[in-house]
C-alpha cells in the first residue's frame, strides 16, 4: 500500500486496469529503473492502452432482446381501429338525429297518438268479438227421397173414362115398376165423381231437387274466435289503461278497473 501510494505511475495503471494490476506490476520492483522487465512491463501496458480503446469501439452484435418484429400486428391493430372509429361516427351521427327529432316533437302529441292508436286497437278488438256474421247461403242440389206414405183418407176421383159394372145388383121403384136385386149392367159414364175412401201405403224413393236461399246469421263469440279476440283486448288494455285510466268501453263500463 505505502508502494502504490509512492508510485503515480502504477496507481494509474491499476485504474487503466479496471482496478486489477497485471502480474508483472506485482513483481518486486528493482531500483533500476532502466531494467528489461520494467521496460517489458511497460510495452505491455502501452500495448493494452492502445488495444482497449479498439476494443470498447467495436462493433457490438444485434442484440435479440429487441424483439420479433411481427408484420401481422400494425395492419390488424390499424384496421380494427378504422372501424371502431367509424362505428362510433355513426352511432353519434344516429343520437343527433334522434335527439334532434326529439326537441321537434310534442309530449302532448306524441301521447294523443298513442292514445289514439291503442284505443283504436281495443275498440276494433272489442267490436270484432261482438260481431255478428250475416250473409244469404244460396242452396241448389238433389237430395235422396226414400220412405214409405201411409194414405188413410176419405176423398172423391173422377172416372177418366165409361166405366162398365157387370151383374151389380139394382133396385129400381118406379110408380109402375118395381125391381129389388136384380142383376144388370151398369156403365158408368166419363167424369163421373165417385166417393171413394184410401187406405194404403205408398212407398217413396226418389231423388228430389232442392233450390233455396238460407239466411246466416253467426254471433262470433259463440265461436272459437272469441277467446283470440279476448286475447288481444287483455294485451292492449294495459297500455290503453297507462295513457288513458278513465277509458270507457262499448256499453258504457269502465275498462281500467
Not at 281495443?122 to 238433389?142: C, L, S
Request: charged share 20%; with cysteine.
Amino acid at each position: 500500500m505505502d508502494e502504490q501510494k509512492n508510485d503515480p505511475g502504477k496507481k494509474m495503471r491499476v485504474l487503466l486496469d479496471g482496478g486489477k494490476p497485471s502480474a508483472i506490476a506485482r513483481l518486486p520492483k528493482k531500483a533500476n529503473a532502466g531494467s528489461p522487465l520494467l521496460k517489458a512491463e511497460k510495452e505491455s501496458e502501452a500495448s493494452m492502452k492502445d488495444e482497449t480503446p479498439h476494443a470498447s469501439r467495436a462493433p457490438k452484435p444485434d442484440s435479440v432482446s429487441k424483439g420479433i418484429n411481427l408484420h401481422f400486428g400494425p395492419p390488424f391493430w390499424t384496421i380494427a381501429s378504422v372501424l371502431s372509429l367509424t362505428v362510433n361516427v355513426i352511432l353519434v351521427i344516429v343520437l343527433l338525429v334522434v335527439l334532434f327529432n326529439v326537441r321537434n316533437l310534442n309530449l302532448g302529441s306524441v301521447m294523443d297518438i298513442g292514445n289514439g292508436l291503442l284505443g283504436g286497437l281495443y275498440t276494433n278488438f272489442e267490436k270484432m268479438d261482438r260481431a255478428h256474421i250475416t250473409t244469404t247461403i244460396p242452396v241448389e242440389t238433389t237430395i235422396p227421397v226414400k220412405f214409405d206414405l201411409q194414405l188413410n183418407q176419405q176423398t172423391n176421383v173422377v172416372l177418366s173414362q165409361d166405366v162398365t159394372i157387370n151383374n151389380a145388383l139394382v133396385t129400381v121403384k118406379t110408380g109402375g115398376l118395381n125391381i129389388v136385386n136384380a142383376l144388370t149392367t151398369i156403365v158408368l159414364p166419363q167424369g163421373t165423381i165417385l166417393p171413394v175412401v184410401l187406405n194404403l201405403t205408398v212407398p217413396v224413393d226418389k231423388m228430389v231437387p232442392v233450390a233455396l236461399t238460407v239466411e246466416v246469421d253467426i254471433p262470433l263469440d259463440q265461436t272459437q274466435l272469441h277467446e283470440p279476440f279476448s286475447g288481444l283486448q287483455e294485451v292492449v288494455k294495459p297500455f290503453y289503461c297507462m295513457l288513458n285510466p278513465a277509458v270507457l268501453n262499448l256499453d258504457g263500463q269502465p275498462v281500467c278497473k
